[in-house]
């Protein structure tokens, strides 16, 4: 459960990350994708807690896991297309700003610097 516990925290992260720093100046310009990117972070949240459950009562199953990872990976290619299609016109400086000095705080962190990476073509 220790795995799953550090996975858990990694996703977290990433998603803190992106509604700390992405998703509100992303509900300016586009609310429906940032309604979208929310709802689907919930969903992944409750997937974690679903699956680390089960392997607390060891009935872990494939089909939940290979489900997960599916949804996991749509998820991901949906985030990469809206935040790298225009997020230069949607943060202002004082959020790029931000994001650039959470990006290299966050190189510096292991169980985060694996979030940076969708924040890494979205700033100079």
């Known amino acids: 459960t220790r795995l799953v516990s550090d996975w858990s925290s990694d996703v977290c992260s990433s998603d803190l990350a992106e509604e700390t720093f992405m998703v509100p100046a992303l509900g300016r310009a586009r609310p429906r994708d940032a309604r979208a990117i929310l709802a689907e972070h919930r969903l992944i949240r409750e997937r974690v807690a679903e699956i680390g459950a ?7 199953c494939a089909d939940l896991v290979r489900d997960f990872i599916a949804e996991l990976d749509a998820h991901a290619r949906q985030e990469e297309k ?43």
Do not use: K, P
């Open 54 to 60: 089960s392997i607390g009562r060891r009935e872990m």
């Open 82 to 124: 809206i935040f790298h299609t225009g997020a230069e016109n949607w943060l202002d400086d004082q959020e790029r700003a931000l994001l650039i000095a959470y990006r290299d705080g966050a190189r510096s962190d292991s169980s985060v610097a694996s979030s940076s990476s969708t924040f890494t073509g979205l700033v100079r």
